[in-house]
């Protein structure tokens, strides 16, 4: 592959969330693009009228810059308008037709169907030699070559060859003259000298037309690089009707964009190694197109959280705690607002960092600190309030009215009351956890009693005693 500078796009609609497959996309050609001393161009294809939002073109570009995409980077350049250049594709149809590459159509569907007695078959060239212009109705089709055929350049999947013969006169103007997306794209590709496309596997069948566009219209097509589809644990294509797929609401639940863009860029591919956490700069400097893998990539969510929980807890604790600071506050929060307390918050933060896979999970594991009483969990509590839950909390009760409250005293305490009652300290922190934090999975329970304090704990204890024997 040549070392000089290229230009590579990017070219979302603007039609919804920017979804993770295109973030793996814009990755893929960041890369590209920097390593190679060259330009990353963003198109924005924003010929949907009905469908397109001026939200959704911002939602773009601070997505990008989320995952390192930044219109601030020499790489970065654009963003251009399809819908800007629209007079361009118009002329650039009109010069095929000129030329003898195109012809003007005025056969509905239903006239070829019954022409070639199938839906499945294609075009059947019926106007190619009528001599037709232009009036309101008539298509204009690109006349496709009948003989040879058409080897794609593709830096992931080789050399696929598509026959000629197989690849209709496709439509290229519709009836009222407006452009459609195969001669839009080749264009604004052409204007905006892109060297390599690098996209999503499932424009691969629209890529021997493209390429057929390119050189009728006198030019040197692009290389290409089709990357595999991302699919669920069934195995299906992410659709955005079906799972959760929007760069925005991972990012909404606590993921941090760096994992993001870790996980995101060893979907499909690796650099050959067992080593999967690095820092963007790195995997940059790693990257080659040409090992992008050719078969499916599954999006993990399990092992994304696991990449995010790598990353949280890698993070110094003061920013972990500043991370943490949007789900401390409404809508998320369920305490009084006045009740937070930024001081043991922080020392919270300490114990919580290593048991967080995504930022959201925060709330519930600290709320029980801030709330007036401890949240109710009744899983929690039928769990943990079964046969001697009454003796151990009893115990507690007596025995932490009067002892030393730190950290080592209150486990001790605890562990010499499990004894009394003929069990390990595991089993008898559960009814006292629950009392305490109200679930049975949280912080370590000593160190949260600590910060609790005496009075609270034993109010905790008391209502929790109350509830169970009435």
């Not at 794609?152 to 060859?161: C, S």
Request: proline share 5%; with cysteine.
């Amino acid at each position: 592959m040549s070392t000089a500078p290229v230009r590579v796009r990017f070219a979302p609609s603007p039609t919804g969330m920017f979804h993770v497959g295109g973030a793996r996309s814009a990755l893929y050609n960041w890369a590209v693009a920097r390593q190679r001393g060259g330009k990353f161009v963003l198109r924005i294809e924003d010929t949907d009228q009905a469908r397109n939002k001026p939200e959704w073109i911002d939602g773009i570009i601070s997505a990008l810059a989320s995952i390192g995409i930044s219109e601030a980077d020499p790489a970065f350049e654009g963003p251009f308008f399809q819908s800007q250049n629209a007079d361009r594709h118009r002329e650039a149809g009109l010069q095929l037709y000129a030329q003898g590459k195109a012809y003007y159509c005025d056969c509905a569907r239903e006239q070829v169907q019954e022409r070639t007695g199938s839906q499945q078959l294609g075009y059947d060239g019926f106007c190619r030699d009528r001599g037709l212009e232009y009036v309101e109705g008539r298509a204009l089709r690109f006349r496709t070559p009948d003989e040879g055929q058409t080897v794609v350049v593709d830096m992931v999947r080789g050399e696929p060859a598509f026959p000629n013969s197989a690849i209709e006169d496709f439509v290229i103007a519709r009836g009222d003259g407006s452009p459609v997306f195969l001669i839009a794209n080749v264009v604004d590709d052409l204007d905006e000298g892109i060297t390599e496309v690098i996209r999503g596997e499932e424009h691969l069948s629209n890529t021997p037309k493209q390429q057929l566009l390119w050189e009728a219209l006198g030019a040197t097509p692009p290389v290409w690089a089709h990357l595999p589809v991302i699919v669920n644990e069934k195995r299906q294509k992410l659709s955005k009707r079906r799972d959760k797929v929007a760069l925005e609401d991972y990012l909404a639940e606590g993921y941090l964009p760096e994992a993001m863009v870790n996980y995101l860029m060893l979907l499909g591919w690796g650099p050959g190694d067992d080593v999967e956490i690095r820092p963007y700069a790195e995997l940059e400097q790693l990257f080659r197109i040409e090992d992008v893998n050719t078969s499916s990539a599954f999006f993990d969510v399990k092992k994304l959280s696991a990449f995010n929980g790598e990353y949280l807890r890698a993070l110094p604790v003061e920013k972990f705690a500043e991370a943490c600071q949007p789900w401390l506050r409404e809508p998320y929060a369920t305490w009084r607002p006045e009740a937070y307390d930024g001081e043991i918050f922080a020392k919270l933060a300490v114990l919580a960092q290593t048991r967080l896979t995504v930022l959201s999970e925060i709330t519930k594991y600290v709320d029980w600190m801030f709330l007036d009483e401890a949240p109710e969990d009744e899983a929690s509590w039928a769990k943990a309030m079964k046969p001697g839950a009454e003796e151990i909390l009893k115990g507690a009760r007596e025995r932490y009215a009067t002892a030393a409250w730190d950290t080592d005293t209150l486990k001790a305490t605890l562990e010499e009351i499990a004894a009394a009652n003929g069990l390990k300290l595991g089993k008898a922190q559960a009814p006292v956890r629950v009392a305490v934090t109200g679930r049975t999975v949280g912080l370590p329970l000593f160190e949260s009693m600590e910060l609790l304090g005496r009075e609270r704990t034993l109010a905790r204890l008391d209502a929790a005693l109350t509830k169970l024997v009435g």
